[in-house]
Nanobody, 123 residues
Framework: VQLQASGGGLVQAGASLRLSCAAS????????MAWFRQAPGQEREFIAA????????YYGDSAKGRFTISRDNAKNMVYLQMNSLKPEDTAVYYC?????????????????WGQGTLVTVSS
């Protein structure tokens, strides 16, 4: 399984970005997926997760009301739509595959990780 995250960039506060995660491997459509982020000097933070079917999602406090996670199993893709971005959203964003069909907020429950995509939000 390989995960390739993309879509990061430099934006101003208040802007929107959509991150994409392309997955290889036949097990993608049966796996939960998530987005985490890590800012310099900080621990990895859970952002959002989605179960295998897309019918169940969960968001960390920093993402609620602003970010939306979705997936397209036909394309082996997971997305993170980020609106109303703030400077404190600046971080490297990682997509990850759950060890089960459901989701978890704990990084230890994800066995494959993408390389990360940098999001920088200027004030």
């Amino acid at each position: 399984v390989q995960l390739q995250a993309s879509g990061g960039g430099l934006v101003q506060a208040g802007a929107s970005l959509r991150l994409s995660c392309a997955a290889s491997g036949r097990t993608f459509s049966s796996s939960g997926m998530a987005w985490f982020r890590q800012a310099p000097g900080q621990e990895r933070e859970f952002i959002a997760a989605i179960n295998w079917s897309g019918r169940s999602t969960y968001y960390g406090d920093s993402a609620k009301g602003r970010f939306t996670i979705s997936r397209d199993n036909a394309k082996n893709m997971v997305y993170l739509q980020m609106n109303s971005l703030k400077p404190e959203d600046t971080a490297v964003y990682y997509c990850a595959r759950s060890q089960t069909s459901s989701w978890s907020v704990y990084a230890r429950n994800y066995d494959y990780w993408g390389q990360g995509t940098l999001v920088t939000v200027s004030s």
